[in-house]
């Protein structure tokens, strides 16, 4: 199938696959047979982190950038609706409209991610990933000791999203379909820009900066933006996700939270849109279910142990795996369809050399 020709719109529903129809279906009607548990603290919350994996994902992905300040990006943003908002704690709370809220949180985190693109992108592999993880620490420490801006330690609390059209948005079903909304979106957004021109050549400079750069494209330009973009994503998830919580404060932005949206990113698969969702699906579970297993400290040593194996056995993550099970299920049909024409040749050939056999004695 031409993924092209899905997202471009060129395509009919027949061309679609069948696992696209499916999945879609399923999202869709989730919460009809799901309890409120599971549309709200599982469905939404993968959601969620999925689509802040999926910023990471992108820059590392198709440019090449492994950045550990997405959550950091998406925790300014949901300071920024805490702050421009309104919020129960007192401190700030400047109580802008909605809609100019969220457009400000989101574009702050854009800003904010470019910023980060501007110092790291003239580094590579370990020097990168060390410097936007000395940016995440910064943030986290600055937010928990700053108590005029951010209320320090404590945080905000009280942060709900607007009711629009006479409906709660922080009510399960209707907050899981606009997470929904928006991680689709995003996921279309991802994919359509990975095989645009700008796409397309941000995977050259993943693959030979010198070269793009010798041909007369700005290579440093061009990571900027992908940091931008990338930006616009986890802000927008940061906004879900002081929605989601109900609130916001330096833990949201923790290193050990930081270095989960790696293990989410890695564990689903770098290497297409939907890995980052399959990561979180399979990493809120684990938290929400393992604790029943074991103890809450030893938490983080499953979720290593997993880490681990899903890099060293299959270094494209879950969707690595299905790819592979997949593949060997067409090679096992097509080999079964290839005996079965060989053994056909085989009769017509016996038939053909039997009646020649015939006409012969005749």
Same mark, same amino acid.
């Given at each position: 199938m031409d993924t092209r020709a899905l997202f471009s719109g060129s395509t009919s529903l027949s061309n679609i696959h069948p696992a696209i129809i499916v999945t879609a279906v399923f999202l869709l009607a989730y919460p009809s047979f799901a309890s409120d548990f599971f549309i709200f603290q599982i469905g939404a919350y993968s959601l969620i982190l999925g689509t802040i994996a999926l910023s990471l994902m992108m820059l590392a992905g198709y440019g090449g950038m492994v950045s550990l300040a997405q959550l950091t990006a998406a925790g300014m943003a949901g300071y920024l609706v805490a702050i421009l908002g309104e919020n129960s704690v007192g401190v700030m709370g400047l109580g802008w409209p909605w809609w100019l809220t969220v457009v400000s949180a989101v574009l702050g985190a854009a800003i904010f991610s470019a910023f980060v693109g501007a110092i790291s992108v003239?580094?590579?592999g370990i020097y990168t990933i060390m410097i936007t993880l000395a940016i995440a620490v910064a943030f986290f420490y600055f937010v928990r000791q700053n108590y005029v801006l951010f209320n320090g330690f404590t945080g905000f609390a009280g942060v709900e999203p607007p009711t629009l059209f006479g409906v709660y948005w922080r009510d399960p079903t209707p907050f899981y379909y606009l997470s929904l909304v928006i991680a689709g979106g995003f996921v279309w957004a991802v994919f359509y820009a990975s095989r645009s021109t700008f796409g397309l050549s941000l995977q050259a400079i993943r693959d030979n900066p010198r070269r793009m750069r010798a041909l007369g494209y700005n290579v440093t330009l061009h990571r900027v933006a992908a940091y931008f973009f990338s930006g616009l994503i986890a802000g927008t998830a940061g906004v879900l996700l002081v929605w989601f919580n109900g609130r916001i404060s330096p833990g949201s932005v923790g290193v050990d939270v930081v270095i989960d949206i790696l293990v989410i990113a890695v564990v689903g698969g770098m290497r297409h849109p939907v890995g980052p969702f399959l990561g979180a699906i399979a990493f809120v579970l684990l938290e929400n279910f393992a604790i029943d297993l074991i103890d809450r400290e030893r938490f983080n040593t499953v979720i290593g142990i997993a880490f681990l194996l899903v890099v060293l056995f299959s270094p494209d993550?879950?969707? @690595? +795996?299905?790819?592979? +099970?997949? /593949?060997? +299920?067409?090679?096992?049909? /097509? @080999? =079964? =369809?290839?005996? /079965?024409?060989r053994t056909g040749d085989d009769r017509q050939s016996a038939e053909s050399s039997d009646n020649v056999k015939t006409q012969e004695e005749v």
């Open positions: 003239r580094t590579e993550g879950l969707l @690595g +795996i299905w790819n592979r +099970i997949r /593949s060997k +299920i067409r090679f096992g049909r /097509s @080999g =079964q =369809q290839g005996a /079965s024409r």
